[in-house]
């Protein structure tokens, strides 16, 4: 996955990458929002999510300038994240 730049100029290329990666860790539900925290909080199921939903947060974080992630990093979810950026740059 490519750095996203700072004005977002390469927006369509990184998301789009960012989401085949997604796809290929099995991660695009937290993406997308589909995968919602589960509302049992000692269940095994709610570890899991958390873990794979730092991971998903990572891999955004790991590519994006630090401006961007100052911005994103008090957000819980990889969804939230996903949408900050989208929301600023899907129209570029």
Known sequence: VPTLAVDGRNWTTYRDKLLRLAINENLLRHYGGADTRP????????????????????YIA???????????KHLGTAHECYQYLSSLFETK
């Open 62 to 72: 790991a590519t994006i300038p630090d401006t961007l992630f100052t911005r994103i």
């Open 39 to 58: 509302v049992h909080a000692m269940s095994y199921r709610l570890k899991e999510w958390e873990q794979r939903n730092t991971i998903a947060k990572q």
